[in-house]
């Protein structure tokens, strides 16, 4: 079983950056896929980024956020991040992260082992 715990989260200005940590317990976590979702106050969960799993050879996104948003993978590390740039207030939400065991997946019903979350917040 994999435990996962999101870090990162705070509150910046609009055009701003910040950078999320999805550190996980566990060996073989090198083997899932890996996701990043977000999810704001009335709304449903969405995704917003995925990386596959062994070398991260492919990663995907939400149209919302390509060309500001990059996710990584330090396996070395047990940890998967996701770089936002260019923060808008709309990307404001809790995000968390996921894993899965079906590469390229964006279906938060196949993702599992969910963090806590940590809240971000862009605002001036």
């Known amino acids: 079983q994999v435990q996962l715990v999101e870090s990162g989260g705070g509150l910046v200005q609009p055009g701003g950056s910040l950078r999320l940590s999805c550190a996980a317990s566990?060996?073989?976590?090198?083997?899932?896929?890996v996701g990043w979702f977000r999810q704001a106050p009335g709304k449903e969960r969405e995704f917003v980024a995925g990386?596959?799993?062994?070398?991260?050879?492919?990663?995907y996104y939400t149209d919302s956020v390509k060309d500001r948003f990059t996710i990584s993978r330090d396996n070395a590390k047990n940890t998967v991040y996701l770089q936002m740039n260019s923060l808008k207030p709309e990307d404001t939400a809790v995000y968390y992260c996921?894993?899965?065991?079906?590469?390229?997946?964006?279906?938060?019903?196949?993702?599992?082992?969910w963090g806590q979350g940590t809240q971000v917040t862009v605002s001036s």
């Open positions: 566990g060996s073989i976590f090198s083997s899932y896929s």
């Open positions: 990386i596959t799993s062994w070398t991260g050879a492919r990663t």
């Open positions: 996921a894993v899965s065991a079906v590469d390229g997946t964006r279906n938060v019903n196949f993702f599992g082992s």
